[in-house]
């Protein structure tokens, strides 16, 4: 089967080391060669740049822009101290701080290396000298930065409302719940980690002014994502337009009303976000090439074809799912694996009754963990590094907060009114 040909050319290039974008390239035009398909070249090429046309995806540079605005500047210090305040008193506070302030970040940059780089620098230090083992520091800001692509505003849900045609204003909505499930449940694992340990066993509870006062200095950020996920519901504006509100938004608080941030660094700062946007859409582009081989080959019905035949049950299919994303998630990133694979599971999912929005969540959960999986991981790169701690320690340390995110990706699957119970509400 052409698919089998697609998948072990594109993991034999990615393994051996070949740049993302060469290796999706080079799989397609491998597959033309050895299938002896006659599709032009000039066509492929159209398909590149038009795989980066689509007015949507204005929104990728636009919310990375905002997300460096506010990652920038003193937007994590803010939050930590917030956070702090809420949390600091528990057996393992300072994991627990760190969960929260992740989760926090997450709704203001939308962003997974960027949360785990803003928090990460503030709190691994603070955690290794409280006594926590730098590995698990490590992994904990690894992990908990990821919930940054689960919570909105989510670019990977953007794209897939793009490609699906699911609803944005939905697929936001339902990352709501998995992602404080997610935050729960690292955060419990941080409290029995203080406790066993005795590394941290908590402190005095913060007063109330204190609480009060560290509000009031976090408040315009986290305001952020409630004037965006607000604006998107009541319909003042798209998503797109919502994410050039998050520039101008993320612009008047960093430069204006916190002052982190000055007109000379201004342009460093945004060469530095439209740098990393570039990349994004070169790849982009390479996926929706390799995309449309797939789809006028007609994989995407023989995949269903052969997926009906193995088996009739949607639970099994939403195993098969699973099991699928979370390979892909180890070795491409959010955005081209979900235009590479969404055509795929677009229509197993109708076949199979499953809501396009749900789908969506799972597929986004499930490469939010291929974002701190060995041994591609980003997060996972950027909290090694900023813990000075080998990759195969850190490895070692994410075992647990694997089960924990197993556990919670299962149940979102398997009780759909966990995530979708919000959409179902405010339809």
Same mark, same amino acid.
């Given at each position: 089967?052409?698919? !089998?040909?697609?998948?072990?050319?594109?993991?034999?290039?990615?393994?051996?080391?070949?740049?993302?974008?060469?290796?999706?390239?080079?799989? %397609?035009? %491998?597959?033309?060669?050895?299938?002896?398909?006659?599709?032009?070249?000039?066509?492929?090429?159209? %398909?590149?740049?038009?795989? !980066?046309?689509?007015?949507?995806?204005?929104?990728?540079?636009?919310?990375?822009?905002?997300?460096?605005?506010?990652?920038?500047?003193?937007?994590?210090?803010?939050?930590?101290?917030?956070?702090?305040?809420?949390?600091?008193?528990?057996?393992?506070?300072?994991?627990?701080?760190?969960?929260?302030?992740?989760?926090?970040?997450?709704?203001?940059?939308?962003?997974?290396?960027?949360? *785990? @780089?803003?928090?990460?620098?503030?709190?691994?230090?603070? +955690?290794?000298?409280?006594?926590? *083992?730098?590995?698990?520091?490590?992994?904990?800001? =690894?992990?908990?930065?990821?919930?940054?692509?689960?919570?909105?505003?989510?670019?990977?849900?953007?794209?897939?409302?793009?490609?699906?045609?699911?609803?944005?204003?939905? $697929?936001?909505?339902?990352?709501?719940?998995?992602?404080?499930?997610?935050?729960?449940?690292?955060?419990?694992?941080?409290?029995?980690?203080?406790?066993?340990?005795?590394?941290?066993?908590?402190?005095?509870?913060?007063?109330?002014?204190?609480?009060?006062?560290?509000?009031?200095? @976090?408040?315009?950020?986290?305001? +952020?994502?409630?004037?965006?996920?607000?604006?998107?519901?009541?319909?003042?504006?798209?998503?797109?337009?919502?994410?050039?509100?998050?520039?101008?938004?993320?612009?008047?608080?960093?430069?204006?009303?916190?002052?982190?941030?000055?007109?000379? /660094?201004?342009? =460093?700062?945004?060469?530095?976000?439209?740098?990393?946007?570039?990349?994004?859409?070169?790849?982009?582009?390479?996926? @929706?090439?390799?995309?449309?081989?797939?789809?006028?080959?007609?994989?995407?019905?023989?995949?269903?074809?052969?997926?009906?035949?193995?088996?009739?049950?949607?639970?099994?299919?939403?195993?098969?799912?699973?099991?699928?994303? $979370?390979?892909?998630?180890?070795?491409?990133?959010?955005?081209?694996?979900?235009?590479?694979?969404?055509?795929?599971?677009?229509?197993?999912?109708?076949?199979?009754?499953?809501?396009?929005?749900? $789908?969506?969540?799972?597929?986004?959960?499930?490469?939010?963990?291929?974002?701190?999986?060995?041994?591609?991981?980003?997060?996972?790169?950027?909290?090694?590094?900023?813990?000075?701690?080998?990759?195969?320690?850190? *490895?070692? @340390?994410?075992?647990?907060?694997?089960? !924990?995110?197993?556990?919670?990706?299962?149940?979102?699957?398997?009780? /759909?009114? $966990?995530?979708?119970?919000? !959409?179902?509400?405010?339809?």
């Amino acid at each position: 089967m052409i698919m !089998v040909f697609i998948t072990l050319t594109f993991f034999a290039l990615a393994l051996a080391g070949i740049p993302l974008v060469y290796a999706l390239l080079l799989t %397609t035009f %491998t597959t033309l060669w050895w299938y002896g398909l006659t599709h032009p070249l000039e066509t492929i090429l159209l %398909t590149y740049i038009g795989g !980066v046309e689509p007015f949507v995806l204005i929104a990728v540079p636009l919310f990375i822009v905002g997300g460096e605005l506010i990652s920038r500047g003193g937007v994590g210090r803010r939050i930590v101290a917030f956070a702090h305040t809420l949390f600091g008193f528990l057996p393992g506070g300072l994991g627990v701080v760190t969960v929260f302030a992740c989760l926090l970040f997450g709704g203001v940059s939308g962003s997974a290396i960027a949360g *785990s @780089a803003a928090i990460g620098t503030v709190m691994i230090p603070a +955690m290794v000298e409280r006594g926590y *083992s730098p590995a698990f520091a490590a992994a904990l800001v =690894a992990v908990a930065g990821t919930l940054a692509v689960i919570i909105p505003p989510s670019i990977p849900m953007l794209v897939f409302g793009f490609v699906s045609g699911a609803s944005v204003r939905d $697929l936001f909505l339902a990352g709501v719940v998995p992602g404080i499930l997610f935050g729960i449940g690292l955060m419990l694992l941080c409290v029995r980690y203080g406790i066993v340990t005795g590394c941290d066993r908590g402190g005095e509870r913060a007063s109330m002014r204190e609480i009060r006062a560290a509000f009031v200095a @976090a408040f315009p950020a986290l305001l +952020m994502p409630v004037i965006i996920l607000g604006g998107i519901w009541f319909g003042i504006f798209t998503p797109t337009e919502a994410a050039a509100v998050a520039v101008v938004y993320g612009l008047f608080i960093s430069m204006f009303f916190y002052g982190d941030i000055g007109w000379r /660094e201004l342009p =460093a700062l945004v060469l530095r976000a439209f740098t990393t946007s570039a990349v994004v859409m070169v790849v982009i582009g390479a996926t @929706a090439a390799l995309a449309w081989v797939i789809t006028v080959e007609q994989v995407p019905l023989m995949v269903t074809e052969w997926v009906r035949e193995v088996t009739d049950s949607k639970w099994m299919f939403l195993l098969l799912a699973n099991i699928a994303m $979370l390979l892909l998630g180890i070795f491409i990133e959010p955005l081209p694996a979900l235009i590479l694979s969404a055509p795929l599971f677009v229509p197993l999912a109708m076949a199979y009754g499953v809501d396009l929005v749900h $789908l969506g969540l799972i597929m986004t959960c499930n490469l939010a963990i291929g974002l701190y999986t060995p041994p591609v991981g980003g997060t996972l790169f950027v909290a090694a590094k900023l813990a000075q701690v080998g990759i195969g320690k850190v *490895s070692y @340390a994410l075992i647990p907060m694997f089960v !924990v995110t197993l556990v919670v990706l299962f149940a979102v699957t398997y009780i /759909e009114a $966990l995530p979708m119970g919000l !959409v179902w509400l405010l339809r």
